[in-house]
C-alpha cells in the first residue's frame, strides 16, 4: 500500500500547481473566450471561419476565441446549453435566430442594449438591416446579432428551361408559371427530370411559411404567442405546395429530403429548388450547366422567411468577457468581413455597408445572383419564432408532411397543427 | 485503532470496489433517481418553484398519441431488426467458417459495416436511398421498375431505417457466431461423422445448442441497440415524415434538446427503463435457465 502515497502526493501537487497557474492566467493572460456554431449548409465553412478567428485573434492580442464546430443548429444549440448547465458557459455562440424566445426563457442570453456604452457601439447596433434584426428582437430590445443569415431563393437550371423550350432567361414570376414551367419541363424530358423540388425534411416549416407569406399571411402574433395555421390562406398555401405533385405532376410526391437536394439540383434530376442562398457558391462550383437565382414566385405578393443564426452572448459569464466577445462579434460583423463571409457562402451580407465594399460590389458585378437574397430582404419576413418553438414547428413540420405525403388534406393537417400549437401556447397567450 | 487481518482484508476489498461503485453512483445510479425525481414534478415557469404533480405526467404522457406511435415504430423496429440480423450473422458466419477461397476478404467485407461510425454510414446510406439520384432506385429503373421514396414516404420509410441497420449489426454479431463456432472441438463433427449424422441434424442436436450462449448474449445486445438507436435518425430522417420513423429515445432526445421539455423527456426514461427492467428479469429467469454453458 504504501506505494500509493508517493501517487497521492503527486497527483495533488499537480493539482495545486493547475490551480496557481489558472490564478496567474487570470491576472495576465489574454480573455479567453468560447464560441460554439453551426454549419447548416455544404462546404468546408470551418476553415473560413479559422482564418477569420485567427486574424481576429492576431489583430487583438489580449482576446483569444476559441471557436468550436458543433453541427448544425440544434446540435449547437444543445452543446452550449449543456455546457451551461454544467456550469462551464461559453461566452458567446452562433445559435439559430429563433431560439431567441427559449434563450430568454431559460435565462441565458444577455441583450446587446445593455452592453453597449459608446455611440459609435449604438451605431453599429443599428448598422444591420432591419429585416435580418426582427428575429433577434424582443420588446424593443437586441439580443442576437445577424451572422449567417439567408432567405429561401429559387435556383433554375438555365439549360433545362432552354431544353424545354422556355426562355432560360426568364424565371417564374407567380405560382401558376412556376407550376406550369415545371410541368413543362417535366413533360419535354419526357419524365426523365422533374420540374421543380421544395425540400420537405429539415426544415419544413421554412418553406411553408414562404408559401402562406406569399399568399398575404403571417403565421404568428409578433409576440411569439399566437400561431395562425388553419388560416384559408395557409390552407391554400399548402395545397397549392401539394398541387405541384399531385395535380401538375411536377415535383415528386413523398417529402423530399433537404440534405441531398443540392445535390439533385447539380446532377440536374430538377429544374428548380428552392433552398437557402447559404447553398449559393457551392452550387456555382459545383454546377456544369448555366444556373441562375431569383426571388421565389410571388401569389399576392412576394415573399420569403429570413433564416439562419445569430450571435447570442451569455448571461452567466462576467462582464469583462462579455465585453470582449461584442469586441469579436463587431469585428465579425464589420462591413469588409461580412463582405467577405457572403462572397465564401452565399449568406448575405448582413448591413447595406457589406454590400457597398469594393470587394462585395466586385463580386456582384461579376455575379449578379449574388444580389438575390438581398434584394429579396425588402420582401422578407421574421422566421416561424413563438414561445415553445420546437414543440410548435414540429406540429407544423408535421402538418406539412402529413399533407405532401398523403396521409390527410391541407386543411385537416393544419388545424391538427393549430389544436396542438394553441395547446402548448395557452399558458403564454394570457 | 488497530485493525484486525480480516478487517485489513475488508477494507482493502472496499477501497477495490470503490471506483467503480463511484462511477456507477454517479453515471447510472444517480440520473436514475434525478429522473425518476424529475417525472413527478412539473418545473417551474418564469422562475416559480417546480410544482409536486405525482403521476400526472404519466397520465399525460399515456394520453398522448404520438408517444404511442413512437412505442409502436419502437417495437417494430425491434421485430424487424433483432431476428433478421441474428439470422444473417449465423449464416455469414456459418459460411465464412468453411472453406472457401478468398475468406480472410470476405470476413473483412463482412464486418466492415461495423467499423464505419454510425454518423458516416448514415450519411453514404442517405444517398443510397436518395429517390432520383441514388444508387437503389438507379438500380431498380435500369430493371424497369419505378423508384421508390425510401426515406420520404411514410409506409416505407421505417422498413428503410431497419434495412440500414441490419446491414449495420448483421456484420458485428458475426464475429461472435464466429469465435463461438471455432471453439467447438473438432472431435465432435468426427464423432459425428463416424455415426453417420446428416449435416443438417448436426447443426440443429449439435452445433446451435452449443452457440446458444453467443445466441444469448447476441440478442440482449441487439435488444439494447434497438432501445438506443437515436443517431442514423438525426441523418436519415429526424423521426419524420410526419413521425413515421421516430423511435424511443429520439422522441426523449427531442423533447428534452428541442422542445426543452425535461420533464417529458424523464418521464418516457423512467417508462423505457421499466420496460427493460422486466425484459432482464425475463432474461434471467427464464432464457439463463435453458442456456447450456460449456
Known amino acids: 500500500m504504501r506505494a500509493r502515497i508517493p501517487f497521492a502526493l503527486f497527483a495533488l501537487s499537480a493539482l495545486t500547481a493547475g490551480l496557481l497557474s489558472a490564478g496567474q492566467a487570470a491576472a495576465n493572460d489574454p480573455v479567453e473566450l468560447t464560441m460554439y456554431y453551426p454549419v447548416a449548409v455544404g462546404g468546408a465553412l470551418t476553415d473560413v471561419v479559422d482564418d477569420l478567428v485567427d486574424e481576429f485573434e492576431s489583430e487583438h492580442p489580449d482576446i483569444d476565441v476559441e471557436a468550436i464546430y458543433a453541427g448544425n443548429y440544434d446540435d449547437t444549440r444543445v452543446r452550449a446549453m449543456s455546457a451551461m448547465e454544467a456550469g462551464d458557459t461559453p461566452q458567446l455562440s452562433v445559435m439559430f435566430s429563433i431560439d431567441l424566445y427559449e434563450l430568454l426563457e431559460q435565462d441565458a442570453i444577455v441583450a446587446f442594449d445593455d452592453l453597449v456604452e459608446s455611440d459609435e457601439e449604438r451605431e453599429w447596433l443599428d448598422s444591420f438591416y432591419p429585416g435580418l434584426m426582427e428575429n433577434g428582437q424582443l420588446d424593443g430590445k437586441t439580443y442576437g446579432i445577424p451572422f449567417q443569415r439567408s432567405t429561401i431563393v429559387l435556383f433554375w437550371n438555365k439549360d433545362a428551361f432552354e431544353a424545354a423550350g422556355l426562355d432560360p432567361e426568364t424565371p417564374p414570376e407567380n405560382w401558376e408559371q412556376m407550376a406550369e414551367m415545371a410541368a413543362t419541363v417535366r413533360e419535354a424530358s419526357d419524365g426523365e427530370q422533374w420540374g421543380v423540388m421544395v425540400p420537405s425534411t429539415g426544415y419544413p416549416y421554412w418553406m411553408f411559411q414562404a408559401f402562406a407569406f406569399q399568399n398575404g399571411h403571417r403565421l404568428m402574433s409578433e409576440d411569439g404567442t399566437e400561431v395562425y395555421f388553419d388560416d384559408p390562406a395557409a390552407i391554400e398555401a399548402l395545397e397549392y405546395w401539394v398541387s405541384l405533385a399531385t395535380e401538375h405532376d411536377a415535383m415528386p410526391d413523398d417529402t423530399i429530403e433537404w440534405g441531398t437536394l443540392r445535390q439533385n439540383f447539380i446532377?440536374?434530376?430538377?429544374?428548380?429548388?428552392?433552398?437557402?442562398?447559404?447553398?449559393?457558391?457551392?452550387?456555382?462550383?459545383?454546377?456544369?450547366?448555366?444556373?441562375?437565382?431569383?426571388?421565389?414566385?410571388?401569389?399576392?405578393?412576394?415573399?420569403?422567411?429570413?433564416?439562419?443564426?445569430?450571435?447570442?452572448?451569455?448571461?452567466?459569464?462576467?462582464?469583462?468577457?462579455?465585453?470582449?466577445?461584442?469586441?469579436?462579434?463587431?469585428?465579425?460583423t464589420a462591413p469588409e468581413r461580412a463582405a467577405a463571409w457572403s462572397i465564401e457562402t452565399g449568406y448575405m451580407g448582413v448591413s447595406p455597408a457589406a454590400y457597398e465594399t469594393e470587394a462585395l460590389r466586385d463580386y456582384i458585378a461579376d455575379f449578379a445572383p449574388a444580389a438575390v437574397a438581398r434584394d429579396q430582404l425588402e420582401h422578407s419576413t421574421a422566421e416561424l419564432s413563438t414561445y415553445q418553438g420546437g414543440r410548435v414547428r414540429r406540429a407544423l413540420d408535421n402538418a406539412v408532411q402529413a399533407a405532401l405525403t398523403g396521409q390527410m388534406t391541407a386543411e385537416e393537417a393544419l388545424s391538427q397543427a393549430q389544436q396542438e400549437a394553441e395547446g402548448v401556447l395557452r399558458r403564454y397567450a394570457r | 485503532m488497530t485493525l484486525t487481518a480480516h478487517g485489513k482484508m475488508q477494507l482493502y476489498g472496499a477501497l477495490l470496489l470503490l471506483p467503480a461503485a463511484v462511477l456507477l453512483a454517479a453515471f447510472a445510479y444517480l440520473p436514475t433517481i434525478m429522473t425518476v425525481i424529475n417525472s413527478l414534478f412539473l418545473p417551474g415557469f418564469r422562475g416559480e418553484p417546480a410544482e409536486f404533480v405525482g403521476v400526472e405526467n404519466y397520465q399525460v404522457l399515456f394520453d398522448d398519441p404520438t408517444f404511442w406511435q413512437v412505442a409502436r415504430n419502437n417495437l417494430l423496429y425491434a421485430l424487424g431488426t433483432i431476428p433478421t440480423s441474428i439470422a444473417l450473422a449465423l449464416g455469414m458466419a456459418l459460411f465464412v467458417n468453411g472453406k472457401l477461397p478468398g475468406r480472410g476478404f470476405v470476413r473483412?467485407?463482412?464486418?466492415?459495416?461495423?467499423?464505419?461510425?454510425?454518423?458516416?454510414?448514415?450519411?453514404?446510406?442517405?444517398?443510397?436511398?436518395?429517390?432520383?439520384?441514388?444508387?437503389?432506385?438507379?438500380?431498380?429503373?435500369?430493371?424497369?421498375?419505378?423508384?421508390?421514396?425510401?426515406?420520404?414516404?411514410?409506409?416505407v420509410a421505417l422498413g428503410s431505417v431497419i434495412i440500414m441497420s441490419v446491414w449495420k449489426e448483421a456484420g458485428f454479431f458475426m464475429i461472435f457466431y464466429l469465435a463461438a463456432l471455432q471453439s467447438i472441438p473438432p472431435e465432435l463433427k468426427e464423432a459425428s461423422d463416424l455415426e453417420g449424422t446428416g449435416r443438417w441434424s448436426f447443426f440443429w442436436r449439435v452445433t446451435f445448442p452449443l452457440l446458444m450462449p453467443t445466441t444469448l448474449f447476441v440478442l440482449i445486445n441487439s435488444l439494447i441497440n434497438a432501445v438506443r438507436v437515436v443517431d442514423h435518425l438525426f441523418i436519415l430522417t429526424k423521426g419524420g415524415p410526419n413521425n413515421a420513423t421516430n423511435l424511443l429515445l429520439y422522441y426523449v432526445y427531442e423533447n428534452a434538446f428541442s422542445f426543452f421539455d425535461r420533464t417529458t423527456a424523464a418521464t418516457i426514461t423512467v417508462v423505457i427503463l421499466l420496460v427493460l427492467a422486466v425484459v432482464a428479469t425475463l432474461k434471467f429467469t427464464i432464457l439463463d435457465r435453458r442456456t447450456h454453458y460449456q
Open chain 1, 267 to 332: 446532377e440536374e434530376s430538377t429544374a428548380m429548388m428552392w433552398h437557402t442562398t447559404g447553398n449559393l457558391s457551392a452550387v456555382r462550383s459545383e454546377a456544369d450547366f448555366d444556373f441562375g437565382v431569383a426571388m421565389l414566385p410571388m401569389k399576392a405578393q412576394r415573399g420569403s422567411p429570413t433564416g439562419g443564426g445569430n450571435f447570442y452572448i451569455f448571461k452567466d459569464a462576467p462582464e469583462k468577457e462579455q465585453r470582449a466577445a461584442m469586441t469579436f462579434i463587431r469585428w465579425m
Open chain 2, 108 to 155: 473483412m467485407a463482412y464486418f466492415t459495416p461495423t467499423i464505419l461510425p454510425m454518423i458516416a454510414a448514415a450519411n453514404i446510406w442517405m444517398f443510397f436511398y436518395a429517390p432520383q439520384i441514388g444508387l437503389f432506385n438507379s438500380l431498380l429503373e435500369t430493371l424497369g421498375f419505378s423508384g421508390v421514396n425510401w426515406l420520404g414516404d411514410p409506409s
